[in-house]
C-alpha cells in the first residue's frame, strides 16, 4: 500500500475522554458487552480480557504519568525517521496547554477526537490524565526540534478497550493526531506510527502487541497504520464509535 498519511488523528472514543479507563476496584465484563467478538486470535491459549481492576503490585508503583505502568517515557530518546529525528516528550500542562489546545480546535481534528471548545476542555482532558495512575501518558511529537503532533500511549490491557478485544498483558495502545495540516497526506504520520511502534516495543519487553482503534470513518488513519506495518484485526464498537482494531505483533517485526 502507498505510503498514506493521518488527515485528522486517531483519538480515544468520543465518549471516553479520559481513556485511561475505570477508578481501581471497578471491574468489568471478561468478554465484550458488544456481542460476539470476531478477531481472529493468534495465539488460541493465551489469556483473555484482563480484569481491569489495577493490581496492588501496580498500584504500588504509582509515581506519576512519566513513571510506573509505562516507564519513563522521557528517557526513552530520539529515533531517526525516514522524516527526521523524533522523540516523544511528556505534555507539561502550563507549557504545552494552548498548542494542544489550537490543534484540538483544527476541524479536521476535533471531528474525531471532539474536544474542541474553550481551553478547559482540552486542560481537562489533560489532567486526567496526567494525574492518572499512570495507565495513560498524554505527550508531543517532537520531529527536528519542533513539536507537531499529539500522542497518548496507553496500556490497552487496563484500559476499557480490553473489555472489545482479547488483551493480553502488558499491551500498549497508541492514539495519535497531526497537528498542523501541512504535516498531513505525505507519509509523516505512517512513518512516525511506525517510530513508536518501534520504541515502544524497544523500551517495553514485556509488550508483545501494540495496538491502536482508529475510527472506522478515518480511512487515512486506518491506511497509515496498515502503511506502518499494523494488521487490521477486527470492527469493534466502542462507545461513541465503530472502530479498526490494528495490532503491531512483536513477533512479526523482524519481518517488517
Known amino acids: 500500500m502507498p505510503p498514506t498519511d493521518l ?6 472514543a468520543p465518549a471516553h475522554p479520559d481513556s485511561a479507563g ?6 468489568g465484563p471478561r468478554h465484550s458487552p458488544f456481542g460476539p467478538f470476531t478477531a481472529e486470535d493468534d495465539d488460541p ?15 504500588a508503583l504509582r509515581t506519576g504519568a512519566t513513571t510506573g505502568l509505562l516507564g519513563r517515557i522521557a528517557t526513552w530518546g530520539a529515533v531517526p525517521t525516514p522524516v527526521g529525528a523524533f522523540r516523544l516528550v511528556p505534555v507539561r500542562l502550563e507549557q504545552d496547554l494552548p498548542l494542544v489546545h489550537r ?8 471531528a474525531f477526537w471532539e474536544l474542541a471548545g474553550p481551553p478547559h476542555r482540552t486542560e481537562d482532558h489533560l489532567r486526567a490524565h496526567l494525574h492518572g495512575d499512570g495507565r495513560c ?6 520531529l ?31 492514539h495519535l493526531l497531526i497537528g498542523d495540516a501541512a504535516d498531513r497526506g505525505r507519509g509523516v504520520g505512517s512513518a512516525l506510527l511506525a517510530a513508536v511502534a518501534g520504541l515502544i516495543l524497544d523500551r517495553r519487553p514485556a509488550c508483545a502487541r501494540v495496538v491502536a482503534e482508529p475510527d472506522l470513518r478515518n480511512t ?8 506502518a506495518g499494523f494488521r487490521f484485526a477486527a470492527e469493534i464498537d466502542l462507545p461513541g464509535k465503530r472502530a479498526a482494531l490494528m495490532i503491531r505483533d512483536r513477533v512479526l517485526r523482524d519481518a517488517l
Open 103 to 110: 490543534w484540538m480546535n483544527d476541524p479536521a481534528v476535533a
Open 45 to 59: 491459549g493465551s489469556e483473555d480480557t484482563l480484569d481491569l481492576r489495577l493490581p496492588a503490585e501496580f498500584l
Open 22 to 27: 475505570p477508578r481501581p476496584g471497578t471491574t
Open 137 to 142: 501518558v498524554p505527550c508531543l511529537g517532537v
Open 144 to 174: 527536528d526540534g519542533t513539536p507537531m503532533s499529539y500522542w497518548e500511549i496507553y496500556r490497552a490491557d487496563l484500559d476499557p478497550l480490553a473489555r472489545s478485544y482479547p488483551a493480553r498483558p502488558h499491551d500498549t495502545g497508541i
Open 220 to 227: 487515512p488513519s486506518v491506511a497509515a497504520f496498515l502503511s
Open 7 to 12: 488527515t485528522a488523528g486517531t483519538g480515544p
